[in-house]
């Protein structure tokens, strides 16, 4: 095919689908124009006809490595030392195998026997394995993610099939096909890393039964490949991971290009006290456009045009399912898949160190320049108009990247018709599309710079030890990476000289790095070659020095000393290590002095707070009068890490330790400004310890009491001023729960009106519910028809968290007080399994009586306003009143529900279903959870972060609760979306109009 040809290819498939959506558009789908012919299938390029489809940065090519039938569905892949090319080939994607038959997932062994670059030999090395997502090479074979299990698979007799079949680890969650376990790679400290993905799962070692299963819910993981030891780490994607030349690891999900686990490291379970509200970084947004060339899909034209008819009359048609973006026909980033950090030989110097992320819903691969940012990485465009890769094949799939033996870039393409989970697309359109289509189709490709930097590098599979040893300062990691694997596969001590003459004295920063590790595997890192190593002029070799010499820093007497003076590291990032690891110093007095150094430091940094609070489990106390007397709180920008070490000392329940804090938290050494803040610290740090601060304020001295009331006094009249600062009067009003009930009764009763902000409502009913005092469940439903949604949510929350108050509650809605159809399903899901018979039973007579309209009569009594002109300027006013407490809109409203930044591009019909009926299907990061804490409150809300010691509940207004997980009693999902049901209560079709209206005109 030439290139006008193809040109005109592309163009009539544009003009195709360009007449598609003008015939939706006009024919309303009429009845007598059949859907089929709405949906052409635009059909499947040959290989070498692939090629030319696709457009690329200026001097780089595509290459086709392997094509059907050499390989089909391939989504990860890894080399050996032969070069040989192990693909995961996912043939059953999106469904699991059918009941009672074999999977069809296999493993591929490719070979380059003649070496030109195209894999000629092909040969199924296993068969029967389900959803192969990950593969990282050991001893001869090959560890592959098949969830639920992690599998070794080898070679023994050389027929290129695998004759061993062991099942390592076994517990993998496999709920949903997008979102497996998946991306085997190795680490820098020989240990093999994955993303559990959103399936999570209970995982042990196959065999196992007597040990307790590690949780990898919203969680890494990674596992020795000798001891088989499996660890959980904070933080994980839906498909993707990967490393950096240090050893920092990426992941991503489908609307994040890049994240940064910041804790990369098992740390933060060490102190149960330590709450931490986030553990990624998300380096780029995930609202960037997408520029794709290819056109977009039939199908979803036609889904976006028509969605609310399939939603009312299909099943699986959920709306509240979808993020913002994910209805949009083109433009949005909503498939991001594998990542990998470009760390060959072969491109530009500007590429290394870039990412590149498969995106193959628009059929594109999207670069992204990463930098440093503290101690975690930004990353960006690098064009405003293109993608590094496109191409103008619907068919082409990207969905993973990794680096070659040759310094290039490989790209995974399943090459299917379809890519999407099937329950997303309306039933009518589905029965006339091959979910399949392509299921006997795959392509690998190679991205290759036109002027190679350097040449090419020996096979390492029949390499001396010293030639492995060499192959270290490699320029491709990938020579690197595995010439480690093979030393510390074959254990030969004899490396152990070179690779210390090679940590000394190298030049490559990066070979000195993979000499350390490889040594460490062998042995051979005696006290010398650590001081060699702390010592070294990178950042990034001293701070894995740092985190190797932990295990042995009370046994090595030159290396503590050495590691305590690294405090004052000038890179962030080895201070950082530095802060988790002198959690493991025996000379406790030393290590705290070191830790408050960084601290006085790095104060501001949230990530340094994390890493040095987890070190002091029980010494919080000591760093808190180490800081004071380098008068670092004089500050007030230092509150933050002040407000953590308060609330960790509470947190312990130490008796002699809380005065003492309280005594220096009221003191002339904090500035006055800064009290209140840290007595909301203390207090939020009591009650995950089980204790209360008006308790602890009553045995204080007369003095410190009477300062306190002083505070308190003030804290009173500032709530009622609303000439305060947002901020400083929502500390006055948070503040108040801590005072007496009758001093504040009235002052916090009387901010509960319409007049306020939702901000200062909300802190107000909290600040009531903190009062075990009978008047509260009658101050909260004697005003609750003046609330507004948001405040009337948090209002149910502190009615249900405590037995009387929620009986209270509930026989107002049975005497006709309040309305049932206020309590959303979530909240009437709760009252109906609540651990009290009494309530239950109450809470079965009211609901049992409720006659609820059904959703599909609520949203066609509704849909007059989709013809009725709307107002947008009146909508902004509504979306204020009714949806600001949740959603974030341009510079309006709360981060709690999805971002609608991009709702634009949904119809106004498919908006209607999404408000008025929001449980149709929820997606998993805005579930309802329920938690019980060991005290009996209950708490609710979407999990906005979560932890190896703590997790973070989100509601309405941004109202959060962390939670240490030392003081659950229970916790589970409630099945629900947060989004309550019945808006339609407070806004009339005509406001709905404006709604709409404002929604799709506002950018």
């Not at 480690?484 to 000394?504: F, G, H, I, K, Y």
């Not at 010494?619 to 230092?638: C, G, M, S, W, Y």
């Not at 003492?660 to 740090?685: C, E, H, K, V, Y």
Request: glycine letters at 6%; proline letters at 5%.
């Amino acid at each position: 095919m030439n290139q006008f040809t193809r040109r005109t290819l592309v163009i009539l498939q544009c003009i195709v689908v360009l007449l598609l959506a003008t015939s939706i558009a006009s024919s309303g789908l009429a009845e007598d124009k059949s859907l089929k012919e709405l949906l052409p299938r635009l059909k499947p390029l040959e290989p070498q006809d692939a090629l030319k489809s696709f457009r690329i940065e200026r001097g780089f090519r595509m290459e086709l490595v392997a094509a059907e039938p050499d390989v089909v569905d391939p989504i990860a892949l890894a080399f050996d030392e032969h070069r040989r090319m192990y693909v995961c080939e996912d043939r059953d994607y999106p469904f699991p195998a059918e009941e009672g038959q074999p999977p069809l997932g296999r493993v591929r062994l490719l070979e380059d026997e003649d070496r030109d670059g195209h894999y000629e030999r092909s040969t199924v090395f296993a068969e029967n394995v389900h959803w192969p997502s990950g593969a990282a090479c050991w001893k001869g074979g090959v560890f592959i993610a098949a969830p639920p299990q992690i599998l070794y698979l080898k070679d023994t007799n050389g027929d290129r099939k695998a004759d061993v079949r062991q099942v390592v680890f076994e517990g993998f969650g496999t709920a949903a096909a997008e979102d497996i376990m998946n991306n085997l790679k190795w680490g820098l400290d020989n240990r093999i890393y994955g993303a559990a993905s959103y399936n999570g799962g209970e995982v042990r070692r196959e065999g196992d039964d007597r040990s307790k299963p590690i949780s990898v819910r919203g969680a890494s993981f990674r596992f020795d490949p000798v001891a088989f030891q499996l660890d959980q780490l904070p933080g994980t994607g839906d498909f993707g991971n990967c490393f950096d030349d240090w050893g920092n690891r990426f992941v991503s999900n489908a609307g994040q290009l890049l994240m940064h686990p910041v804790y990369g490291e098992p740390y933060l379970g060490r102190n149960p006290h330590l709450t931490v509200r986030d553990v990624l970084h998300r380096s780029a947004s995930a609202k960037r456009d997408m520029f794709s060339i290819s056109p977009p899909e039939p199908w979803r034209v036609v889904r976006k045009r028509f969605w609310e008819r399939w939603v009312d009359t299909t099943r699986d048609m959920r709306a509240s399912r979808f993020s913002d973006a994910e209805l949009a026909e083109r433009g949005f980033v909503t498939g991001a898949a594998g990542v990998a950090i470009y760390r060959g030989s072969k491109f530009p110097r500007e590429y290394d160190g870039n990412s590149f992320t498969a995106e193959p819903a628009g059929n594109v691969v999207i670069r992204l320049r990463v930098q440093p940012s503290g101690v975690t990485f930004d990353a960006f465009p690098t064009s405003s108009e293109r993608e590094f890769l496109a191409s103008t094949d619907n068919w082409f799939r990207p969905v993973n990247v990794a680096n070659g033996p040759d310094g290039c870039l490989y790209i995974c393409d399943m090459y299917r018709e379809l890519i999407e989970d099937p329950s997303a697309i309306p039933d009518d359109i589905l029965k006339l599309m091959d979910v399949a289509s392509g299921r006997d189709r795959g392509r690998i490709y190679r991205i290759v710079f036109d002027t190679e930097r350097d040449s090419e590098t020996p096979l390492l599979s029949d390499a001396s030890t010293a030639q492995l040893v060499a192959a270290l300062s490699d320029t491709n990691a990938w020579t690197r990476e595995t010439a480690q694997r093979l030393l510390v596969e074959r254990q030969d001590r004899s490396a152990v000289s070179a690779l210390r003459t090679l940590l000394a004295h190298s030049e490559m920063p990066q070979a000195r790095l993979h000499a350390l590790w490889t040594n460490e595997a062998l042995g051979g890192n005696d006290e010398t070659t650590l001081l060699t190593a702390l010592g070294d002029r990178h950042p990034a070799v001293r701070e894995h020095a740092v985190r190797i010499a932990e295990r042995r820093m009370n046994s090595l007497p030159t290396v503590c000393p050495k590691i305590l003076e690294m405090a004052q590291d000038e890179a962030p990032r080895v201070r950082y290590q530095v802060a988790f690891t002198l959690g493991e110093c025996a000379d406790r007095n030393a290590a705290i002095d070191a830790l408050a150094t960084i601290a006085a430091r790095d104060a501001k940094d949230p990530y340094f707070q994390a890493a040095v609070l987890s070190s002091v489990p029980a010494e919080a106390d000591k760093l808190l009068a180490a800081l004071a007397k380098q008068n670092v709180f004089a500050r007030t920008e230092n509150d933050a890490l002040l407000g953590q070490l308060i609330g960790a000392i509470a947190s312990r329940g130490d008796k002699a330790e809380i005065d003492g804090t309280i005594a220096f938290a009221t003191s002339n050494q904090i500035p006055a400004d800064s009290t209140r803040s840290i007595l909301l610290s203390m207090a939020a740090g009591l009650a995950r310890g089980g204790a209360a601060l008006r308790t602890v304020i009553a045995r204080q001295p007369h003095e410190v009491r009477n300062h306190i009331a002083a505070i308190l006094d003030r804290a009173r009249a500032d709530a009622s001023d609303d000439r305060i600062a947002g901020g400083d009067r929502l500390e006055a009003v948070q503040l108040l729960r801590y005072s007496d009930w009758t001093k504040v009764s009235e002052a916090l009763a009387s901010l509960l009106t319409a007049h306020e902000p939702a901000t200062i409502q909300v802190a107000a009913v909290q600040s009531l519910s903190a009062f075990d005092n009978a008047e509260v469940a009658s101050r909260l439903i004697d005003g609750w028809r003046g609330l507004s949604p948001a405040v009337r949510s948090e209002a149910a929350e502190a009615l249900l968290s405590r037995p009387v108050r929620a009986a209270a509650l509930l026989k107002a809605v049975r005497d006709g007080g309040i309305p049932a159809g206020d309590l959303d399903p979530a909240r009437q899901e709760a009252f109906l399994n609540h651990r009290d018979a009494e309530i239950r039973a109450l809470a079965a007579e009211v609901f049992g009586q409720i006659s609820r309209p059904t959703r599909s009569k609520v949203v066609e009594a509704y849909r007059a306003s989709l013809e009725q002109p709307g107002d947008a300027g009146r909508g902004a006013a509504v979306f204020q009143a009714r949806c600001a407490a949740c959603h974030a809109r341009s510079n309006d409203g709360k981060q709690v529900g999805p971002d609608l930044a991009t709702v634009q591009n949904r119809s106004p019909e498919q908006l209607l279903l999404q408000i008025l009926d929001p449980n149709r299907e929820v997606k998993p990061q805005y579930l309802n959870y329920q938690a019980m804490t060991d005290e009996g409150r209950i708490l609710s809300g979407i999990i906005a972060a979560e932890s190896e010691s703590s997790l973070t509940l989100r509601r309405a207004e941004g109202a959060e609760d962390v939670i240490a997980r030392q003081t659950l009693e229970s916790f589970k999902s409630s099945g629900l979306s947060l989004m309550p049901e019945g808006l339609e209560q407070n806004i009339n079709p005509q406001q709905m109009a404006d709604l709409l209206r404002y929604l799709q005109t506002m950018k």
